[in-house]
């Protein structure tokens, strides 16, 4: 038990180390290219920060689910989202330009033939919980949020200290 | 029982051809004067023959056909008397034949072995049973009171039972996982707190990354790249030290450094894996 309890602090240690680093060198990232279009960013202020920060969110997204790496569900279903987002983004909102009217009438269709549940709403909110049994969706969910508090922790002490 | 035991044994040693008959008996049941003559000669003998014999006929089809079967009956029935009477006609076939005497004694010794001819004739069932069965030895005495009760035996409930379980259990660990969350009952509330914390968790980060933007942004215009550069540099040797070392000698070297946010986090992970 004790040398369980060893391994997963490592474990969980290992996953914070590398998502600190990785989101470090993301947001070194960031701030280099923000530094590369100063100029456009200071003429709409707004829209640059909304989008800088949406890039370090996703960035903080894309790090966690490195650090966790392809054996766990929901990571692999997110980098899967963040591999494909600009192809998935583009024919989406074609398709929503296309295909308006069908995409209401199959929503209308679900919505009528069952009430989500607790469980399809946990669904909705872990990555790629839509292809998981109940059992496998907990599994997952437990450790997501394991993950998601470590990554919360981990920006809250990086904020700390560059606000210092 | 031991009477009836005896005088059939003695019988058979005396009489060759009516003991092949009542060997043979069980597997064609199509002719019966020739065993009836021989049931006769045993109730003649023993006016508990017939009680014996009878027990044997069931079992003997039961047998013949599937183990399944066999286990259905004896949880329908009561245990006891059916164990003896296996038992004694299992010496009286003792030397007929050997796979009936190996399945009897299998059957009378207890519930586990019961359990483990179940999964040799379920073997080639559905997956989900297969799933159940690591979880099925620590509750094979519910089990064995549900199907003396409501015989609720067949695979759909066993591998229902066993995943119900499993939720639960993880339901246990979530609860323990979320704060504030072990104080809640029920299975649907539990699901609300969580479903909350993780939005919660979601919304945390949504704000954080809206502050290292206006921190980022900040150290951009006052600040260069610099800034951040060497922490980030000194943020790649506590990971190969926390790869290859154990995690007292990671602290100490990030206590010996000069990046302090670092040591805050180890000092975290300390904590948060308790």
Not at chain 2, 201 to 207: D, G, N, T
Not at chain 2, 210 to 226: F, H, P, Y
Request: aromatic share 4%; hydrophobic share 35%; proline share 5%.
């Amino acid at each position: 038990m004790a040398s369980k309890h060893t391994i997963a602090t490592r474990h969980a240690q290992g996953i914070r180390a590398r998502f600190a680093s990785r989101f470090l060198r993301s947001l070194l990232r960031v701030r280099r290219s923000s530094n590369r279009f100063g100029g456009s960013q200071s003429n709409d202020e707004g829209i640059g920060k909304r989008i800088r920060t949406d890039r370090i969110k996703i960035a903080a997204y894309a790090a966690m689910a490195r650090a966790v790496g392809p054996r766990r569900t929901w990571s692999r279903a997110l980098l899967f989202k963040l591999r494909n987002r600009a192809r998935i983004h583009g024919v989406s909102r074609k398709r929503c330009l296309v295909s308006e009217k069908k995409r209401v009438t199959r929503n209308k269709v679900v919505a009528i033939s069952r009430e989500p549940s607790r469980a399809d709403t946990l669904r909705k909110l872990v990555p790629g919980g839509d292809s998981m049994d109940t059992c496998v969706l907990l599994e997952e969910t437990a450790h997501y949020i394991k993950c998601l508090a470590t990554q919360v922790t981990v920006m809250q002490s990086i904020a700390d200290r560059l606000l210092l | 029982m031991d009477p009836p035991l005896i005088n059939e044994t003695s019988f058979s040693a005396a009489n060759p051809s009516s003991y092949t008959l009542a060997e043979i008996w069980p597997f064609p049941p199509p002719p019966p004067p020739p065993t009836r003559s021989g049931l006769r000669m045993d109730n003649l003998a023993d006016p508990d023959g017939s009680l014996e014999e009878s027990t044997l006929t069931d079992q003997s089809s039961g047998n013949g056909t599937r183990i399944r079967k066999t286990r259905d009956f004896s949880s329908e029935k009561d245990d006891s008397t059916k164990i003896v009477s296996t038992t004694t006609s299992a010496n009286d076939l003792n030397d007929s034949n050997g796979k009936r005497r190996k399945i009897t004694g299998s059957r009378s010794v207890n519930d586990d072995s019961r359990a483990e001819t179940e999964a040799s004739s379920a073997a080639n069932n559905k997956s989900a049973e297969q799933s159940s069965k690591a979880s099925e030895p620590p509750k094979q005495d519910y089990i064995h009171v549900k199907a003396r009760r409501g015989q609720a035996t067949d695979s759909h409930s066993l591998a229902e039972r066993a995943r119900r379980e499993k939720i639960s259990e993880r339901m246990n660990m979530l609860q323990d996982l979320v704060p504030g969350c072990n104080k809640v009952i029920g299975k649907a509330l539990v699901l609300d707190e969580i479903i909350n914390y993780i939005q919660s968790l979601q919304c945390q980060v949504e704000f954080l990354s809206m502050k290292l933007e206006a921190v980022n942004s900040r150290m951009n215009t006052s600040t260069t790249i610099e800034g951040l550069h060497p922490k980030d540099l000194g943020a790649q040797p506590f990971v190969a030290t926390g790869m290859i070392f154990s995690p007292q000698p990671t602290r100490e070297y990030v206590q010996g450094s000069q990046s302090e946010w670092l040591h805050m986090q180890v000092g975290g992970s300390f904590e948060r894996a308790l």
